[in-house]
């Protein structure tokens, strides 16, 4: 029998010899419902629809009716358009329309229509019941791992920041150990009945995470969250998520961490920067991590004075590999005659020879898709993977396991993958696409095993950029470091 039907009554005091019903809305909201565990732990710290979730709609009426939930409009229209769950006012991205539900002139928001459509007579529920009961006596930190002196002292530091609730910058070179890094300010947390959150703008960091995670902090609920990722009605004191996937979350986290601060999209969409705010508590820090801070981040440490850490070597100490760059003149031109350009032709072969897995990156997924029957002639285990691919992690997952020769990909994977002993080609790094933050992060696939500390990292380009410079620089520069 479920709770609503287990209805516990209390005796109502008397005024004047007559039971009093309490006037106020607030204060009979949770007379004679007893709430489930599991609505607790799923709603807690959500902003969800109204009308689609994990339980009945009949049970979901009977809370809100007896005041556990608040509900908002999706969409409100005064004083302005304003999109509740992503926070966007901007005018152009709200659609009007005739709605068929209310028979009105409704509005709906395009920027977060990824995570469902919602309009302006759709409801969300906020859950403002009494919250779950936190797993502290469960918590087993279960990593035996041992960190560099760079990385025992950026550990220090922040999990120093993030007990002061303060923000903090950790910079650290691709290879550095950034996750390892996170461990004991995620532990401590845990240990202090904290939620703690790691957000970041890509899938394949999630996926690659996710088991990490579950393996050093055991016996709690951790939830991994991205498009598609099966809805579990646990609560979870530890969560992985996209950044998008924060749309659903309101003060919900006592901690905020967010990996590859840098990426695309979240480094160009202020929408996901204050899905992150709206998230977490309003008390709450929040720690940057990176390899590329922006100017924008490295001034917001400065100005308002958060915690930094940097790290110029990876765990193994050796240095990064520095791309080198060779011409591919007309390269589009050749692959539109059905033949790969003779240059990445060896460079191929030699990775074939040497049985070394291999990624390709491509500047757009027309191009990729072009050249991919080319590469597979030579090599049928070859395949492609882009941001729309729903085989991408399996594919991944082969090519890790030697299963597969290398890879045809866009920039998804940039960033959030590694493979032992992978050698790293870009055709056409003069690309636009190829910033020097994504160029660095790809240069940054090669040599992270300490079996492998070097690896061949080539850009093919037709015409040099300021961006290939800059990325061939800053990596040297780290290199400098002691």
């Known amino acids: 029998m479920s709770a609503i039907s287990k209805k516990k009554r209390y005796r109502l005091p008397k005024i004047n010899g007559t039971a009093s019903k309490p006037s106020s809305p607030t204060h009979t909201s949770y007379f004679g419902l007893i709430p489930e565990p599991a609505i607790a732990n799923f709603f807690t710290g959500r902003i969800w629809s109204r009308n689609h979730t994990p339980f009945s709609q009949k049970k979901i009426d009977t809370y809100i009716n007896r005041g556990y939930f608040e509900t908002v409009h999706a969409v409100t229209t005064k004083p302005q358009l304003i999109c509740r769950r992503c926070l966007n006012k901007k005018s152009h991205k709200f659609v009007s329309f005739c709605c068929a539900k209310c028979q009105k002139v409704c509005h709906y928001c395009r920027h977060c229509i990824t995570m469902g459509r919602m309009c302006s007579c759709d409801e969300l529920i906020i859950w403002k019941g009494t919250g779950t009961r936190k797993q502290k006596s469960q918590i087993q930190f279960a990593w035996n791992g041992n960190l560099t002196p760079h990385q025992k002292k950026a550990a220090n530091e922040l999990a120093e920041s993030i007990s002061q609730n303060k923000n903090h910058l950790l910079e650290a070179v691709c290879g550095a150990g950034k996750t390892e890094i996170l461990f004991s300010a995620i532990y ?7 939620r703690v959150c790691v957000a970041t703008p890509r899938t394949d960091v999630v996926l690659e995470l996710y088991p990490r995670f579950q393996q050093v902090f055991q016996k709690i609920t951790i939830h991994a969250l991205y498009g598609g990722a099966e809805t579990n009605a646990q609560f979870a004191q530890l969560v992985l998520a996209t950044t998008h996937q924060l749309y659903r979350f309101e003060h919900a986290f006592d901690v905020m961490i967010v990996d590859e601060a840098d990426a695309f999209p979240y480094t160009y969409d202020e929408a996901l920067q204050r899905a992150v705010m709206k998230a977490k508590k309003p008390d709450a820090p929040i720690a940057f991590v990176t390899a590329t801070p922006s100017k924008k981040l490295l001034l917001q440490q400065k100005t308002e004075n958060w915690g930094y850490s940097f790290i110029a070597r990876r765990f193994h100490g050796h240095l990064l590999p520095i791309p080198r760059f060779q011409a591919l003149w007309n390269y589009e031109k050749t692959l539109q005659k059905n033949k790969i350009p003779q240059k990445l032709q060896s460079w191929l072969d030699q990775r074939l020879e040497k049985n070394e897995p291999f990624l390709i990156f491509f500047p757009t997924i027309e191009l990729m898709e072009q ?9 049928s285990t070859i395949e492609s993977v882009h941001s729309e691919d729903p085989d991408r992690k399996e594919k991944v997952l082969q090519l890790r396991n030697e299963q597969r020769k290398g890879l045809l990909t866009t920039t998804i994977l940039e960033r959030g993958i590694t493979i032992k002993n992978v050698q790293v080609a870009v055709v056409g790094a ?7 933050s994504a160029l660095i992060q790809i240069s940054g696939r090669v040599g992270r095993n300490v079996q492998y500390p070097k690896g061949d990292i080539v850009f093919f380009h037709h015409g040099i950029t300021m961006e290939m410079d800059g990325a061939r620089n800053k990596i040297l520069e780290m290199n400098r470091y002691e």
Not at 188 to 194: F, G, I, M, R, V
């Open 430 to 436: 003069e690309n636009p696409v190829f910033t020097s």
């Open 188 to 194: 401590n947390s845990l240990k202090a009945e904290k």
């Open 371 to 379: 050249a991919k029957p080319l590469f597979q002639k030579i090599e």
